[in-house]
């Protein structure tokens, strides 16, 4: 996915590693481990905010600034499985 502007893109996986890059220069903007297999990932419609979901059933919530480290905001349980998609309303 990428943020509201374009110029970031996340990518996670069976590693359990988020990456986030500016996709204009290539150049990684930050980079978390989440010691989870990633099955999705979704940015916030004004893209601020990054949203992960994983084999643990849970979704990891971070904020999202180009120049600045990751901030995980908080932590969405109680999901029996695994975390196949997630989403954001339209209204936020």
């Not at 905010?49 to 971070?62: E, F, H, M, Q, Y």
Request: hydrophobic share 35%; glycine share 16%; charged share 25%.
């Amino acid at each position: 996915p990428k943020d509201k502007d374009g110029d970031l893109v996340a990518s996670g996986g069976d590693k359990g590693v988020i990456k986030l890059v500016n996709k204009r220069t290539g150049t990684a903007v930050w980079t978390v481990e989440t010691k989870e297999k990633l099955r999705s990932l979704a940015f916030s419609r004004d893209g601020g905010i990054l949203a992960a979901g994983g084999s643990d059933g849970r979704v990891r919530v971070w904020t999202v600034a180009a120049g600045s480290k990751p901030v995980e905001v908080g932590t969405l349980k109680g999901h029996s499985g695994w975390v196949r998609c997630v989403a954001w309303s339209p209204d936020g």
